[in-house]
């Protein structure tokens, strides 16, 4: 049985032969007493390459995007974010269980973005019949979708000059700057820091694309990364020797970003492999994530072909569209294979190679 390609998600990757030494190496200390070099170091790395005072090494995306929501609001507040948004819809609704902030979700226009009227409608008066709008909290990518800068420029403008603070989720930030630096011909850290600089916050996932096998970093002002460490050590995120683990986000910071551009030329490849097959219609990727729907007469179909394909060794996810992830651990024979698969059950009778 040759190796499942596994394109269920970006966070399946095993650490490289490279990554482990790295961590074996990492000097360790004690993070709660912040004595731990690695993670220190690590600290000061991301919250250097973005331009901010200060970060905070989190375990998940989730608690990094929660420490973010608590640090910014208070009980009674409410942020804005989109109903599509991680932070909304996929993180058991943590800022409202633990934090009493209420979300304003809001309907993605269908690049991605939230409508500037939208915002505009849904910040509230001071007013006792209303929560206390705080905060716009935006994630790029966004199902795999880079938000247009001058967006980014436009939306947080409008926030600030609200008064709102500016949290993103850029768990793929990583992903929209090198998507957004194929553009503009920039490099992928200068793109990654001018996006973040947009923001009060941002939080970045070491996990996905990036290839590390835990870990998220949470930064901002050195103010707001001191209420984020109050908040990360009630959550249970105090971790000890963690430089074990912010070594690999160190070594996938400095050995990681650049190859994104390969992630996304095989989401590409594998769009361009599904093209034209009956009842699928498939959404153009523009970084690491391809999304496929079943349409027509195949449209009940998808736990059949998420079955055949786990019968030919492909893995892949449909909680609500079948998505396939590129990543680290996948390489163009893969998404070949995955091709090939899928071609098969929508035509089992015809050639292999048509
Ligand atoms: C994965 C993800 C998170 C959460 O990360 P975990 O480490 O899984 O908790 C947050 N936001 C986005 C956009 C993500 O894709």
């Not at 500037?116 to 929560?131: C, G, N, Q, S, V």
């Not at 090198?178 to 200068?190: D, E, I, K």
């Not at 990364?225 to 995120?237: P, Y």
């Amino acid at each position: 049985m040759t190796k499942t390609v596994d394109l269920r998600s970006d966070t399946v990757t095993q650490p490289t032969e490279a990554m482990r030494a790295a961590m074996l190496a990492a000097p360790l200390g004690d993070d709660v007493f912040a004595g731990d070099p690695s993670v220190n170091a690590l600290q000061e790395k991301i919250a250097g390459l973005l331009g901010f005072e200060a970060a905070l090494f989190v375990p998940t995306g989730t608690q990094s995007n929660l420490c973010a929501i608590l640090s910014h609001c208070q009980r009674g507040d409410e942020y804005i974010v989109g109903q599509l948004a991680h932070a909304y819809r996929w993180e058991g609704g943590g800022a409202a269980v633990f934090g009493s902030v209420q979300p304003q979700p809001l309907n993605h226009q269908a690049d991605g973005t939230l409508a500037l009227a939208d915002i505009e409608a849904a910040i509230k008066p001071d007013d006792a019949h209303f929560a206390r709008t705080r905060l716009l909290a935006l994630e790029n990518t966004l199902g795999g979708k880079l938000l247009p800068f001058d967006y980014l420029q436009q939306a947080t403008g409008l926030a600030k000059s609200r008064g709102l603070s500016r949290h993103l989720d850029g768990a793929r930030l990583f992903n929209a700057a090198v998507a957004q630096a194929a553009q503009t011909g920039a490099g992928p850290m200068a793109e990654a820091r001018r996006i973040a600089q947009c923001f009060d916050s941002v939080s970045v996932c070491f996990s996905k694309g990036l290839g590390a096998p835990v870990g998220s970093a949470l930064c901002g002002s050195r103010d707001f990364i001191a209420r984020a460490h109050r908040i990360r050590k009630m959550a249970g995120g105090g971790m000890r020797q963690a430089g074990v683990l912010a070594a690999a986000a160190s070594h996938a910071l400095d050995h990681h970003i650049a190859r994104l551009a390969q992630d996304h030329a095989l989401a590409k490849r594998l769009a361009d492999g599904l093209a034209g097959i009956e009842g699928l219609q498939v959404e153009a990727p523009q970084t690491n994530i391809v999304f496929v729907d079943l349409t027509g007469a195949a449209r009940e179909q998808s736990a059949a072909l998420l079955k055949h394909l786990a019968d030919h060794g492909i893995a892949a996810t449909g909680l609500y569209r079948l998505r396939f992830v590129t990543h680290l651990d996948v390489d163009a024979a893969g998404v070949d294979r995955a091709v090939a698969v899928i071609r098969q059950f929508f035509n089992p009778r015809g050639s292999s190679h048509a």
